[in-house]
């Protein structure tokens, strides 16, 4: 009944947001920054969710009722399995914890703490209900709890390195960014594995304590890892354009829009870089493309 959530566990950030949170039995969420701003874009919580059937699919498969299980996304029938789960023994804390997840992959986060808070009440040193449950305050921008349960979840497993991950997108929303880095830091010494998402997640936090020499590092580290995300280019290319290194710059928006042709603000970052560098035509152009097409 709880090798899935064990092997999840495992599972979760070597793989590894939401999609849903974030994280584990979470959905990934991806907070984009506003590019006319020059904010960098985010990937914030975790990202196990790429192979959502086998996070999703209740432990105790015993309870389930008798007919196929659901399609990956489709998180009425999920939910709708999991009550089922409930009904039949209202104390099986880990259908809470699935129904949970998926109410946090469907966006209805306040149901998702109604089912963390559940199943914490049922299984208190169960650091994965505290982790989730810090995902949902996260979704809501309710930072200080979400930084909460995260550091009860580092508290009962110190060893987990999403929690590390979480809590140090949620310091960074809170405007804690120092704090952020050590956290990200953290998480990247306990992943077993190279997580692209924690080098550019942490290459922001340098960025908005005006690190830039040390968040170009970081986002070309994830670069390495996964050269087919444009935000990495893009967060790269803010970056080297505040060091006043504006053809790298170029550069990186170049490859961020061939990655993402139909992400119109750059062609306004990339015009404005032409115009700095004297090359009127490449400008204009780009700025014409942006005012075409860009729609608020």
Known sequence: MFYLKILF?????ALTFFLSVLIVPKPAVVVFGVPENNYPK????????????????DKNTDNLPDKEFCADEDYKCWIAQYTENIKADPTNEESYYNRGWTYNASGEYEK??????????????????YNGRGISYDNLKKYDLAVKDYTRTIKLNPDYSAAYYNRGGALDSKGLSKKAIADYTKAIELSSADDADYYCNRGISYDNIGEYQKAVA???????INSTEADFYYNRALSYESL?????????????????????????????????????????????????????
Do not use: W
Request: hydrophobic share 35%; charged share 35%; proline share 2%.
């Open 9 to 13: 566990g495992l599972f979760t950030f």
């Open 42 to 57: 985010v990937i914030v919580t975790d990202k196990n969710t790429d192979n959502l059937k086998a996070v999703v699919v």
């Open 112 to 129: 998702a703490i109604k089912d963390y808070t559940k199943a914490i009440q049922l299984a208190p040193d169960d650091f994965e209900n």
């Open 218 to 224: 970081d986002y070309s580290k994830a670069i390495e």
């Open 244 to 296: 006043g290194q504006y053809e790298k710059a170029i550069a990186d928006y170049t490859e961020s829009l061939e990655l993402n042709p139909n992400d119109f603000c750059i062609y306004k970052e990339r015009g404005e870089l032409y115009k700095k560098l004297g090359e009127k035509e490449m400008a204009e152009a780009d700025l014409k493309k942006y005012k075409e097409n860009y729609k608020e």
